[in-house]
């Protein structure tokens, strides 16, 4: 499977999340978003950062790209596309997944290693997953998940903040969001957006337990 790595002007992660990519082996390259073409790729990575600088909305304007518009076509083929952080906030801005990314409830960016439990194993990256609790760092000001309807929001979840054991309450919810929800998938599970890093926890010297939870999420690109 080959994967485009997309970039927007402000992103920044996606150096991080190509050799996190080549670790887990999958074959992928960063693809400037001007020059994306769909029918090269059978999967697409947006990463996180600040594209466009995060004028107006996090993710708002990549969101309103041609570039998202040739990414919908492929997520309408069946295809893979994984958004993380930044990336997460442009699906949910360009209407490929449903809800919103609003601000921390606190009003801070919050940068530490978290807890997530996966809820949901039918997407493409947690198919045939053998662990339910992942360790993985956040960085994000604008992460906090939410949907009008709970019951919807729980169907769609695919990570869930936790604590290590995989108990999901309200102390360890970094930013507010709704049931604790991190990550999310369309129905098909062919489109996933998370808001925590697998590419940062991918290496065991980046790792503060050296664990490399991130990279058994990615390995589900290549599966």
């Known amino acids: 499977m080959k994967t485009a790595v997309i970039k927007f002007p402000g992103t ?3 150096i991080d999340v190509l050799k996190a990519l080549k670790e887990a082996g999958v074959e992928s ?3 400037g978003y001007k020059d994306f073409d769909p029918d090269k790729f059978d999967a697409v990575v947006i990463p996180g950062g600040f594209s466009f600088g995060d004028y ?3 993710g708002s304007i990549a969101a309103n ?4 518009k040739k990414i919908k076509e492929m997520a309408n083929e069946g295809k893979i596309v994984l958004g993380i952080c930044n990336g997460f906030q442009i ?3 360009s209407g490929l997944l449903k809800g919103a990314l609003l601000p921390n409830l606190k009003m801070r960016f919050i940068s530490k290693w978290v807890y997530v439990k996966v809820v949901r194993f039918d997407t493409a990256i947690t198919k045939g997953l053998n662990k339910k609790v992942l360790r993985m760092p956040i960085a994000h ?3 906090r998940y939410y949907l009008d309807n709970p019951e919807e929001a729980e169907k769609l979840a695919v990570f869930k903040y936790s604590d290590e054991e995989g ?3 309200e102390e360890v919810n970094p930013n507010g969001s709704i049931l604790n929800i991190a990550g999310i998938a369309n129905e098909e599970g062919n489109v996933i957006g ?3 890093h697998p590419e940062r926890a991918s290496f065991k010297l980046t790792s503060p337990d050296s664990q490399t939870d991130g990279l058994l999420l990615l390995r589900g690109l290549r599966k």
């Open 12 to 14: 920044t992660c996606e």
């Open 91 to 93: 699906l949910v801005e």
């Open 29 to 31: 390259n960063i693809v």
């Open 167 to 169: 108990d999901v309450k």
């Open 65 to 68: 790209t041609e570039t998202m």
């Open 141 to 143: 000001a604008e992460g």
């Open 194 to 196: 998370l808001m925590p």
């Open 56 to 58: 107006l909305r996090a």
